[in-house]
């Protein structure tokens, strides 16, 4: 089975600060990875697919990039929407989702 | 556009079996995957099942104890899950898997699931 190491686990940030959330696969995906967003009591929302790949209607403030097994989502420069928990995902085997990252008010 | 929609909460007693369901609306679906989230946790994928031809892909941690169907009839997807747990207690989600990628790009609302005695 593929594993999906993600980092931090939480993250204290203000309003405008450049955000950035990694995930490690324990084995080659490809660009085979999924970001998405999650709000309390709310389903998972798709925001990039295919590693870097923007889902339509989402901000271009969230931008996706990889460097062999690692993947890494940035929030340029983070808005008050923006605090949630973030959650990678490959797809290259079945599918495995990272630990999540939970992106708090500093 | 793609709507999926689950049945209701339901509370369970351990050894119980539940079938939840995931109508499918808006537009064509080639496969929906189901993944659970239990209170405080993240998310964990639990299966999947292609809507067309019925096939089927389980997660390790539930083989043996979970299975996924299809009506084509009115487009519903069901997920039982049977020998309930204190642990399977979660909110459990479909989602509409990308035809040709996989990766998830709509979602149901989720269905609570409590297994208490």
């Known amino acids: 089975d593929i594993q999906m190491t993600q980092s931090p686990s939480t993250l204290s940030a203000s309003v405008g600060d450049r955000v950035t959330i990694t995930c490690r696969a324990s084995?080659?995906?490809?660009?085979?990875l999924a970001w998405y967003q999650q709000k309390p009591g709310k389903a998972p929302k798709l925001l990039i697919y295919?590693?870097?790949t923007l889902e339509s209607g989402v901000p271009l403030r969230f931008s996706g990039s990889e460097s062999g097994t690692e993947f890494t989502l940035t929030i340029s420069s983070l808005q008050p929407d923006d605090f949630a928990t973030y959650y990678c995902?490959?797809?290259?085997?079945?599918?495995?989702f990272g630990q999540g990252t939970k992106v708090e008010i500093k | 556009q793609v709507q999926l929609v689950q049945s209701g909460a339901e509370v369970k007693k351990p050894g119980a079996s539940v079938k939840v369901s995931c109508k499918a609306s808006?537009?064509?679906?080639?496969?929906i995957s189901w993944v659970r989230q239990a209170p405080g946790q993240g998310l964990e994928w639990v299966g999947w099942?292609?809507?067309?031809?019925?096939?089927?892909k389980y997660a390790q941690n539930f083989q043996g104890r979970v299975s996924m169907t299809t009506d084509t009839s009115t487009s519903t997807i069901y997920m039982e899950l049977r020998s309930l747990r204190s642990d399977d207690t979660a909110v459990y989600y479909c989602?509409?898997?990308?035809?040709?990628?996989?990766?998830?790009?709509?979602w149901g609302q989720g269905t609570l699931v409590t297994v208490s005695s």
């Open positions: 989602a509409r898997t990308t035809p040709g990628e996989g990766y998830f790009d709509h």
């Open positions: 808006g537009s064509t679906i080639f496969g």
């Open positions: 099942i292609s809507a067309s031809s019925g096939n089927s």
């Open positions: 084995q080659t995906i490809s660009s085979w």
């Open positions: 295919k590693s870097s």
């Open positions: 995902q490959q797809y290259n085997s079945f599918w495995t």
